[in-house]
């Protein structure tokens, strides 16, 4: 079975602090994603990864840097942490294919900023 | 941004009746798809249909795609209390066909 794993569910982060958001895919993908999700705003695409070390800013990537040193994994760092980040953050992965390619998600990991 | 609009962004009916969102976007697309989030869940993908494809159908649901427009449509028949969640359309673009763009999503409250 497929599995997009988010390494934490739930994290509360001083601002100011650097944070790691770990997602790690078992399925060979080559692409990987990193959404934030608030409400009303849908999810918006911050960084997205189409090979190792190989990266793409999204619509808000501002305040955020990514890092994929192996394929299974994409590390989503904030920087210095504010309390705007405060969010949901949303891993996924999928093949790379121009026939169409389902995205397979994470849990999601709810981050507190304070 | 490419972001797709859903419509409505919130959706309350009674069992057994029909649901219809609609998504529309804004640049030529690759293929769009469906994917419902239950509350604080992940996303889960529900159906892909291709910019040369009309209408798609997976067991209760039924997908239109109007490229002219820029819309889509899902409808979901005969709809139970477990259909309520989030309705996303996603949209993968021509020239960058592994990139998506999800929109603001429709909340649908199937009562029973």
């Known amino acids: 079975d497929v599995k997009v794993t988010q390494s934490s569910r739930y994290l509360v982060k001083r601002t100011g602090e650097k944070v790691f958001l770990e997602c790690v895919q078992d399925?060979?993908?080559?692409?990987m994603f990193w959404y934030r999700q608030d409400p009303g705003l849908g999810l918006r695409l911050i960084y997205f990864?189409?090979?190792?070390?190989?990266?793409e800013k999204g619509d808000i990537p501002e305040g955020y840097s990514v890092s994929r040193e192996k394929k299974e994994r994409f590390s989503l760092i904030l920087e210095s942490a504010s309390t705007s980040q405060t969010s949901m953050y949303l891993c996924?992965?999928?093949?790379?294919?121009?026939?169409?390619?389902?995205?397979?998600f994470g849990e999601g990991s709810w981050l507190t900023v304070v | 941004s490419q972001q797709g609009e859903e419509d409505p962004q919130a959706l309350s009916i009674q069992e057994g009746e029909n649901a219809t969102m609609n998504c529309s976007y804004k640049t030529s697309i690759n293929n769009l798809q469906w994917y419902r989030q239950n509350s604080g869940r992940g996303l889960v993908h529900l159906i892909l249909i291709r910019s040369n494809e009309r209408e798609k159908h997976s067991g209760r649901l039924r997908v239109t795609l109007d490229t002219s427009k820029k819309s889509s449509s899902l409808l979901i028949t005969a709809s139970r209390a477990a259909d309520t969640a989030s309705y996303f359309c996603?949209?993968?673009?021509?020239?960058?066909?592994?990139?998506?763009?999800f929109g603001s999503g429709t909340k649908l409250n199937v009562k029973p």
């Open positions: 990864s189409y090979d190792v070390k190989m990266k």
């Open positions: 996924a992965s999928s093949l790379g294919s121009e026939y169409g390619n389902t995205i397979y």
């Open positions: 399925m060979d993908h080559e692409n």
């Open positions: 996603a949209t993968a673009l021509v020239y960058n066909f592994n990139k998506f763009y």
